[in-house]
């Protein structure tokens, strides 16, 4: 529901401007074996295309048979190692550094002069600067087109506030009660009237009414979303089978309950994130169809009755009413209890075994890479609230229930239970 003007509703601010709400019944998601091994492949592809990007301008088009292709061949793989040297060196020259220096003063140089021609800059400038562009890089093109933006709006602002100071109309100072003096004595009551009908004046009038204003609680955009249901497995296939065939599921991720509520509040600039989600269960590979497939990992509050305290609840609040904080999280997290079971581990590693030709060390250390630039800034980002006062911060977090078992089979007789934390 859109609400265009809420002011101006019988109680003014009663509803929201938008106020929308997703429901999905259910999404359910799936990856096979067959298609990990091509997404693996797919990208050992495009490591390798990245890869052999910056020789891609040396590789030769004739075939490597015959002195020519021989001798293209070899010129190729010398390019390949001895031109990005050349290139460092290169860059790094006091020749090279000089003309980069010349080069950077010529473009702020005409790019002020473009600047200064307003809205009908000449071809040939237009030209001038593409071409000292061209040959730049752009860190430093970005860097002096921001310096000359700025440099161009001071002086305007500077040569526009010294027009306005000493222009005569900037020293002419009339307050309302002297225009209304002036028409009484210089208008007739008929032409005042007329002049009043035309600007729809009514000197009778009082001031206007102030506009309505909305509380501090009040909501302006309101957004839910709800999925009942959402899952996602893992199945593995023979090599033979079609990629959109069936087979049996290795694992399978089942979550219910999961709401998200957005609303934002322009009375305080806040905004306020509620996400909850009621349990979550991860179902193994049965070794035998007539029993039922093993639990990996089940929530406490899939295994109490409905209605009880959900397994996960963030509440994220900015500039929150009730509180003084400028930042406010809650979070609740109910214990998971974790079954180790080796079958269904040993079914996970058997499907997603890599190719014997696909090598990626590029994503790899990529991934590596992102995994630990994260986990820094999270840490970081921890300490700072932890170090800021005006940050309110509520955690109930409960570490999961390992069960270890000592049976090959899935009996809850003979398990190990290990307590990592109540």
């Keep these: 529901m859109v609400t265009l003007k809420p002011e101006r509703l019988e109680e003014p601010f009663s509803l929201p401007k938008v106020d929308a709400t997703l429901e999905i019944e259910g999404v359910q998601g799936g990856l096979t074996n067959l298609q990990y091994t091509d997404l693996v492949i797919l990208g050992d592809s495009m490591d390798s295309m990245v890869r052999s990007r910056p020789y891609r301008k040396f590789r030769p088009t004739v075939p490597v048979s015959g002195k020519e292709g021989v001798r293209a061949w070899w010129r190729f793989a010398y390019?390949?190692?001895l031109v990005p040297i050349k290139r460092r060196k290169a860059d790094w020259s006091w020749d090279r550094m000089k003309e980069h220096k010349a080069l950077k003063v010529k473009f702020r140089e005409e790019y002020f002069d473009l600047l200064k021609q307003g809205t009908s800059p000449s071809d040939a400038q237009k030209e001038t600067v593409q071409a000292l562009e061209d040959k730049l890089d752009n860190f430093s093109v970005i860097v002096a087109r921001k310096e000359m933006d700025e440099k161009h709006r001071l002086q305007t602002d500077f040569v526009k506030e010294k027009e306005s100071a000493g222009s005569w109309w900037s020293k002419v100072t009339v307050t309302p009660e002297e225009i209304e003096e002036y028409m009484r004595d210089n208008f007739s009551d008929e032409q005042r009237k007329k002049i009043f009908d035309t600007v729809h004046y009514d000197p009778n009038a009082g001031p206007p009414p102030e506009p309505p204003k909305h509380s501090p609680d009040y909501v302006e955009i309101k957004f839910g979303l709800k999925v009942p249901k959402l899952g996602v497995s893992l199945t593995q296939l023979g090599q033979d089978a079609t990629r959109s065939g069936s087979g049996p599921k290795v694992v399978e991720l089942a979550v219910s309950g999961v709401d998200v509520d957005f609303a934002m509040l322009p009375g305080?600039?806040?905004?306020?994130?509620?996400?909850?989600?009621?349990?979550?269960?991860?179902?193994?590979?049965?070794?035998?169809?007539?029993?039922?497939?093993?639990?990996?990992?089940?929530?406490?509050?899939?295994?109490?009755?409905?209605g009880s305290e959900v397994l996960l609840a963030l509440l994220f609040e900015k500039n929150p009413l009730e509180s003084t904080a400028s930042k406010k999280v809650v979070l609740k997290l109910?214990?998971?209890?974790?079954?180790?079971?080796?079958g269904s581990i040993q079914k996970v590693l058997d499907c997603l075994v890599l190719p014997p030709d696909v090598h990626l060390p590029a994503l790899k250390a990529a991934a590596a890479g992102a995994v630990k630039k994260i986990r820094a800034q999270q840490a970081a980002k921890m300490k700072a609230a932890l170090a800021n006062n005006t940050d309110s911060m509520d955690l109930d977090v409960s570490w999961p229930k390992i069960l270890i078992e000592k049976c090959p089979f899935f009996d809850r007789v003979n398990l190990l239970i290990d307590y990592l934390a109540d």
């Design 268 to 306: 305080v600039n806040g905004i306020k994130l509620k996400a909850g989600i009621e349990a979550l269960n991860v179902y193994g590979h049965g070794s035998d169809d007539a029993k039922p497939r093993p639990r990996l990992v089940t929530s406490e509050s899939s295994l109490k009755e409905k």
């Design 79 to 81: 390019d390949c190692v």
């Design 334 to 342: 109910q214990p998971l209890e974790v079954v180790y079971d080796a």
